[in-house]
């Protein structure tokens, strides 16, 4: 018998994704899996690739998960607190959802105006310090799908006194999973296809958990929808702090920070992140730039939003909270076409 684990809203996208994940990992047991409008329905159903678990939704709530070793929040922003509060504290958890990524209770009512719930450990491990903490904690918030792919672009730039934080624009678009799978008519088929559109410009709940986990002071961001199932292509531009500051600059930072690490890649010169080569990984790739006209430094961040920005993400926690190897039951190569 292995770990025992839940996850709270496993109908979604993220949390269908965790369940895949899951399904295939050495050391986990999955226990609970729980759904509010598919209480009672088998996971196939609303999850067709996952016909191989036979298990079925349960209504969710804390006597659910109470058992488990380690459970999983993949629910609506601000519904995860109460649920985690409910729970007893030997029950490890890593929340999905936003409720506990950010440690200052006016930037959360600011972006999203429910009652602050407090900070939990940041799940980011490639951030100096964070793989230990993570390691240490029993509660841990992972990162936001546009925060993961715009802090790893970001934060050594800050860190190696390369970039200002004070004038940080970062324009990402994303695939339709990113907004979740309630029905919405912006979201259909026949809205999306063909188009690529701009939304929360300017306003984005993902501005102050970047600025947080980067050290950025001033932050303009804005997120667009594009016509895919699943992916986040992000340009992250910042001034440099010298004038004479070269691409291979901004590279040679990115290396000496990723250098080692199983699931970010610098990629060759010339080669720039692209959203398939990360399908269904918990990968991330980077490529770095200069500015012909502004002289701004640049970095293109590719990631699976459901991956590295939602369930890989949260696995990599999990595996570091339970004392496994990280990479456990995760994978960087993508599939193609």
Avoid at 64 to 80: Q, Y
Avoid at 137 to 154: E, I, K, M, P, W
Avoid at 170 to 188: C, D, E, F
Avoid at 210 to 225: N, V
Wanted: proline share 7%; charged share 15%; with cysteine.
């Amino acid at each position: 018998m292995g770990v025992t684990v839940g996850v709270a809203g496993a109908s979604g996208y993220a949390g269908g994704e965790v369940l895949r994940l899951l399904a295939a990992h050495p050391e986990f047991d999955i226990a609970v899996v729980t759904a509010h409008q598919h209480a009672g329905e088998p996971v196939a159903e609303v999850h067709p690739h996952l016909l191989d678990l036979d298990l079925r939704f349960t209504e969710t709530s804390a006597d659910a998960l109470s058992g488990v070793d380690l459970a999983f929040l993949a629910l609506p922003h601000g519904e995860s607190a109460a649920l985690a509060a409910a729970l007893p504290a030997e029950v490890r958890l890593v929340d999905l959802g936003a409720d506990h990524r950010l440690r200052d209770p006016a930037a959360w009512q600011a972006y999203y105006g429910s009652p602050y719930a407090g900070a939990w450990t940041y799940g980011l491990p490639e951030l100096p310090g964070q793989r230990a903490a993570i390691a240490a904690s029993t509660r841990v918030a992972a990162t936001g799908c546009y925060a993961a792919a715009a802090t790893l672009a970001l934060a050594p730039l800050l860190a190696a006194g390369i970039a200002r934080p004070d004038d940080v624009v970062v324009v990402a678009a994303s695939g339709t999973t990113g907004a979740g799978r309630s029905l919405k008519a912006n979201l259909l088929a026949s809205e999306v296809m063909g188009d690529v559109s701009a939304y929360r410009v300017g306003a984005h709940q993902h501005t102050p958990e970047i600025k947080q986990a980067t050290g950025a002071r001033t932050l303009s961001f804005t997120p667009l929808l594009a016509p895919m199932p699943r992916g986040i292509c992000a340009t992250v531009t910042a001034v440099p702090a010298t004038p004479d500051q070269k691409a291979e600059d901004v590279r040679r930072v990115l290396r000496g920070a990723y250098d080692g690490e199983p699931f970010v890649r610098v990629l060759p010169e010339g080669v720039w992140p692209r959203t398939a080569a990360t399908l269904g990984t918990n990968a991330c790739h980077l490529q770095a730039g200069v500015d012909r006209d502004s002289g701004r430094l640049l970095v293109v961040s590719a990631l699976d939003n459901l991956g590295k920005g939602a369930a890989g993400q949260a696995v990599q926690c999990a595996n570091l909270m339970l004392g496994l190897p990280e990479t456990t039951g995760l994978g960087a190569i993508g599939v193609a076409p």
